[in-house]
């Protein structure tokens, strides 16, 4: 307990400084640990759809969490990029194929797997990781994982999603439009 004296307000006021200061400065660690993990090609969090999060033990008996490929997500992802580069299909398109395909976000304890969204669909066709990069705070670096399409094919898909977006919103008439 700390009075309400002149000396117990300063320790309280030392003892609130030194825990803003612990605060500030974990922050500043975990920033500093976060930004050497993805330097060195390391995945910051979970790893997207097409990968899994796994745990290892090193030789040393340490664990070590690092990325695998899906077997059942991957394949699917995979013929996502590559459809898509072939410029025959729409992401709305490719979404619908994908859901028929049985492809479904991975289960959380709080979430039940479920179909992806067309946003989602959009969202991993421009995702530098499955190319094989790691971005952290808008840089990219050379990710450790196994790149799920060649950089070739990545690149088409970015060259076709532009294209796709003028085409659409050329022939695409809204209610809101009419008069």
């Given at each position: 307990?700390?009075?309400?004296?002149?000396?117990?307000?300063?320790?309280?006021?030392?003892?609130s400084?030194?825990?803003?200061?612990?605060?500030?400065?974990?922050?500043?660690?975990?920033?500093?640990g976060?930004?050497?993990?993805?330097?060195?090609?390391?995945?910051?969090?979970?790893?997207?759809?097409?990968?899994?999060n796994?745990?290892?033990?090193?030789?040393?008996?340490?664990?070590?969490?690092?990325?695998?490929l899906?077997?059942?997500?991957a394949?699917?992802?995979?013929?996502?990029?590559?459809?898509?580069?072939?410029?025959?299909?729409?992401v709305?398109?490719?979404?619908?194929?994908?859901?028929?395909?049985?492809?479904?976000?991975?289960?959380?304890?709080?979430?039940?797997?479920?179909?992806l969204?067309?946003s989602?669909?959009?969202?991993?066709?421009t995702?530098?990781?499955?190319?094989?990069?790691v971005?952290?705070?808008?840089?990219?670096?050379?990710?450790?994982?196994a790149?799920?399409v060649?950089?070739?094919?990545?690149?088409?898909?970015?060259?076709?999603?532009?294209?796709?977006?003028?085409?659409?919103?050329?022939?695409?008439?809204?209610d809101?439009?009419?008069?």
């Amino acid at each position: 307990n700390i009075d309400e004296t002149p000396s117990g307000m300063l320790l309280h006021g030392i003892m609130s400084t030194i825990a803003e200061f612990y605060s500030r400065n974990l922050a500043t660690e975990v920033a500093k640990g976060m930004t050497q993990k993805a330097i060195g090609g390391g995945t910051n969090g979970r790893a997207p759809i097409g990968y899994l999060n796994v745990r290892k033990r090193d030789e040393l008996g340490r664990e070590v969490r690092t990325i695998e490929l899906d077997p059942e997500r991957a394949p699917m992802i995979e013929w996502a990029f590559k459809a898509y580069a072939s410029g025959n299909w729409t992401v709305s398109q490719l979404h619908d194929e994908l859901t028929s395909r049985g492809l479904v976000s991975l289960p959380t304890p709080k979430r039940p797997s479920k179909p992806l969204a067309v946003s989602s669909v959009h969202r991993l066709l421009t995702n530098p990781y499955y190319k094989g990069d790691v971005t952290y705070r808008g840089v990219n670096y050379k990710g450790t994982h196994a790149p799920l399409v060649p950089a070739e094919v990545w690149y088409q898909v970015q060259s076709v999603l532009p294209a796709h977006k003028r085409a659409s919103e050329a022939t695409q008439l809204h209610d809101h439009d009419r008069k």
